[in-house]
């Protein structure tokens, strides 16, 4: 048995599940941010991306080490090519909720109702979901799990239509237009999350198959049962 | 600048290339042999049983597996240098061509010439380079054009440049690593069709180690290639088809088994088999 090489596999694993757990208290912040208009919580948030990059730099070096020393072959490299690509989706997903937190400092002082509240809560909840859901699906080795990402993101694709639907209908005072343009982008991270998400269950199902295929194709999109 | 002229070229390139290199079309495999319940007995000892396979023309096959699995007996079938050990009995055919290479009135010697072999130590005979490499086309009565043939092998085996001035130098006088590419030389002096190296780089050094690699990669395109080698690194760097074998201990008795003969690049990423994933993944034991 190559016992440090399992340690280090081990541990490479650990990491991006603390890294992952980390991204979710950065997305609960930013939305929280967000939603109570807290500008000292969002520059927690920002200042908390350093934690998450930690982690993603210490699953780099800790990989660079382990294709030059180890030569991991099979399901072994399999894991560590589905590592490598999980941690940057991780910290990608870190990064956007950098850029909602730093939104939520701009937002101008207006009232658009609650109803932006409760959609960027929607989808902040549902993107939390979509995380745990692949984290937990890499961890059990749960194909089933990872591809259930698909139909939770459409859930996160719907909301962000409705929030831009909503932005349409903001009108034509300036202060109203600004706060709209803002969310928008936040509406867009909040989705490219959920993308990022369902991208982590496609690593699980190649480590799990060893087949690299996409879940869904934008370019090809498969038609979808009533 | 003119952007009519840009073409992107949909039919060749990266992804085409490593998909060629990733699994060889079995439309294009030429079977060169064919290898069926093949099972091998020192006395009362089943060294393998039961192993069948095809080898293909212009393939690099690397046998793998842990000491004691068959792979050397295996591969030493393909050339029935196991008629050399008085205990051993084959069973089951050897296809080569279509021919059964231990039907009776089939010349061993005949055989050998067209199926050549490599051993692990590097073995040349204490007489001059030249000598080396001239010594089976004596034999076989290939005398015409001599020189130049030994100059062909010499530098087919990548050896030519290093020791073109000094052929009549004794062979022994050569680093490790180029005894073992004069060896290479003198197999393929002969021109036979198979070469088969029985762990052919495990006393060399890593330089020298590739050196040999690169040039097994090179002979690919001349000869049929088959090594045995326990670098599984080895392997998976230069064959195209990768067999493992393992021992199988049923009712005390040990015996080698093929389990499980893929294209490499399956074996090491994706084996079909728990006890090939455990060899590959160095779980073994």
């Known amino acids: 048995m190559r016992t ?31 939603d109570q208009r807290d500008h000292e919580l969002a520059d927690e948030v920002i200042a908390f991306d350093d934690d998450v990059d930690a982690r993603y730099i210490a699953i780099e070096e800790g990989i660079q080490s382990l294709l030059a020393r180890q030569t991991p072959v099979a399901s072994d490299l399999r894991l560590v090519l589905a590592i490598l690509h999980v941690n940057l989706h991780l910290e990608r997903i870190g990064d956007y909720c950098v850029t909602v937190a730093k939104l939520s400092k701009l937002v101008p002082e207006v009232n658009p109702g609650p109803r932006f509240v409760e959609g960027f809560e929607e989808m902040g909840s549902r993107c939390e979901e979509m995380i745990r859901v692949a984290l937990a699906s890499f961890q059990n080795r749960d194909l089933a799990g990872a591809e259930s990402l698909v139909d939770l993101d459409e859930l996160v694709d719907r909301a962000n239509r409705r929030i831009v639907e909503r932005i349409l209908d903001l009108g034509g ?3 109203m237009r600004e706060y ?6 936040v509406s867009r991270a909040l989705e490219r999350i959920g993308d990022h998400a ?8 190649y480590l799990l198959t060893a087949e690299f295929r996409e879940f869904t194709d934008a370019s090809h999109p498969a038609p979808r049962e009533a | 600048m003119m952007t009519d002229d840009v073409t992107i070229p949909i039919n060749v390139g990266p992804v085409e ?4 290199r990733k699994a060889p079309a079995p439309a294009q495999r030429e079977t060169v042999f064919d290898i069926r319940d093949l099972e091998v007995n020192y006395g009362p000892t089943t060294a393998i049983s039961g192993v069948n396979l095809e080898i293909y023309r212009h393939y690099i096959t690397a046998m793998i597996g842990p000491s004691g699995c068959g792979k050397s007996t295996f591969i030493r079938c393909l050339n029935r240098m196991n008629d050399l050990v008085p205990s051993a009995k084959v069973e089951g055919s050897v296809l080569y061509r279509g021919q059964d290479i231990y039907a009776d009135g089939v010349d061993p010697v005949e055989v050998r010439r067209r199926i050549g072999m490599v051993f692990q130590r590097a073995n040349p005979f204490p007489k001059s380079i030249y000598d080396n490499v001239a010594w089976g086309p004596r034999v076989l009565g290939m005398r015409n054009g001599l020189d130049d043939r030994v100059e062909r092998a010499l530098t087919s085996a990548a050896l030519w440049n290093e020791v073109k001035d000094r052929l009549k130098k004794s ?20 021109e036979p069709e198979v070469l088969l190296l029985d762990e052919p780089a495990s006393a060399l050094d890593p330089i020298a180690t590739s050196a040999i690699e690169d040039l097994m990669h090179d002979l690919k395109k001349d000869y049929t290639l088959v090594i045995v080698t326990h670098n599984m690194q080895q392997a998976a760097r230069v064959a195209d088809l990768t067999a493992f074998f393992t021992l199988e201990v049923a009712e005390g008795r040990r015996t080698g088994v093929l389990v499980e003969y893929d294209s490499t690049d399956k074996i090491f990423t994706n084996p079909s088999d728990k006890r090939t994933e455990d060899y590959v993944t160095g779980r073994f034991g």
């Open chain 1, 180 to 185: 709209g343009l803002r969310m928008v982008v």
């Open chain 2, 17 to 20: 290339i490593a998909r060629e």
């Open chain 1, 173 to 175: 005072d300036p202060a």
């Open chain 1, 4 to 34: 440090t090489f399992q340690d280090d596999l081990d541990l490479l694993e650990a990491t991006l599940q603390e890294e992952g757990s980390l991204v979710l208290r950065a997305l609960r912040g930013s939305i929280n941010a967000l």
């Open chain 1, 198 to 205: 369902v991208d982590i269950g496609e690593q699980i199902a």
């Open chain 2, 171 to 190: 062979a022994l006088s050569l680093s490790g690593g180029q005894q073992q590419r004069l060896c290479i030389a003198r197999a393929i002096a002969i």
